[in-house]
């Protein structure tokens, strides 16, 4: 592994990224330092099973090994990003809903198939990888990331390494039960944070409490983004769920703070593009919940849909061993001061 890295000239090795997610994979060929040289989209359709999905990945990546080499590019390894549980260690999506994986040794597969060292990630860890080593996090040691979306999971990040837990499953801050008279979580329990605040729950409140009022057009669900629209135009009942869904946010990241005592928490996915609509109360509500803890920053999220693929690629150039990040990340330190 070293030696197909170390024999290659400096400036043109390349990573193959891919983030695979329930309806797309994200995909690239990214330079040491970040940089993406070339972008692909392909559609998952994870319809037609985990084994099709898989022959998918791999062709995917095969591809993109053609088209460095092709370029005179010399790729080094392969990162892939898998949501549910990821047995990093070993190199296995162990289980997810969206792609239909149980069990799948996907680095053993790729390996196999591709010859090049590989590493498999969880879309959220990788994710929060990327914002902590090249995006809003850039520049802090300890970095809390936490995706808002249809679910909410967060990725604990120190040293730019993001920890996996024994079992794959760490930074499920979206099963922190908030509210034990709430409404139940698809994990089947009550008042979990994301079944108060993830934005389906928000659009889900919503409706609920506006009746048949609530919907513009009839069939179609509100989102979390037209309640925050609603709630910034001064709507009473918008402005009461989402600031329920801050207060549920607030208590789920003082837990978070009080866990891990980090610098800086990330916000993305979805909800975060409500932008200073969330940031504004959320950090009052945050401030008010601070006892002895120090206040973390509070910013939005840089790398938007990127992230997964970049972190993906993080994760491909610390399997090859390739640390040309951390020297621009050095570098920009420099530049900042
Ligand atoms: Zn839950």
Redesign the pocket.
């Known amino acids: 592994m070293s030696g197909a890295v170390n024999g290659a000239v400096s400036g043109d090795r390349v990573v193959v990224a891919l983030d695979v997610g329930g309806t797309g994979m994200k995909c690239a060929l990214v330079r040491p330092d970040g940089v993406a040289v070339r972008t692909e989209r392909h559609p998952t359709d994870a319809a037609r099973g985990p084994a099709a999905v898989i022959d998918t990945i791999l062709d995917v990546a095969d591809g993109l090994i053609g088209k460095a080499r092709a370029d005179g590019l010399t790729p080094v390894a392969i990162g892939i990003a898998v949501p549910g549980v990821v047995d990093e260690a070993r190199g296995v999506a162990v289980w997810s809903a969206n792609v239909g994986f149980r069990d799948v040794p996907l680095r053993d597969l790729a390996v196999t198939r591709l010859g090049l060292p590989t590493a498999l990630g969880h879309d959220v860890r990788v994710g929060g990888l990327a914002e902590a080593r090249l995006g809003a996090g850039r520049g802090a040691d300890h970095v809390l990331f936490v995706a808002i979306g249809t679910g909410i999971a967060a990725a604990h990040v120190v040293d730019g390494v993001a920890a996996v837990g024994a079992h794959g499953a760490a930074g499920e801050i979206?099963?922190i039960m908030v509210r034990p008279d709430g409404p139940r979580?698809?994990?089947?329990?009550p008042g979990?944070l994301?079944?108060i605040a993830s934005a389906a729950a928000i659009g889900r409140r919503y409706t609920e409490l506006a009746g048949d009022g609530a919907e513009q057009t009839p069939g179609a669900a509100v989102t979390a983004a037209m309640v925050a629209e609603r709630a910034a135009a001064g709507e009473p009942l918008a402005a009461r769920v989402w600031q329920e869904a801050v207060e549920a946010l607030a208590d789920g990241l003082a837990t978070g703070q009080a866990l891990f005592d980090v610098s800086t928490i990330v916000l993305g996915g979805g909800l975060a593009q409500a932008g200073d609509g969330l940031l504004g109360p959320l950090r009052a509500a945050l401030h008010e919940r601070m006892t002895f803890h120090r206040e973390p920053r509070l910013v939005a999220a840089a790398l938007g849909d990127e992230a997964g693929c970049l972190g993906a690629a993080l994760l491909a150039l610390d399997a090859a061993g390739v640390r040309d990040t951390d020297a621009a990340r050095v570098l920009d330190h420099q530049e900042e001061r």
């Open positions: 979206g099963h979580c698809g994990c089947g329990r979990c994301e079944a």
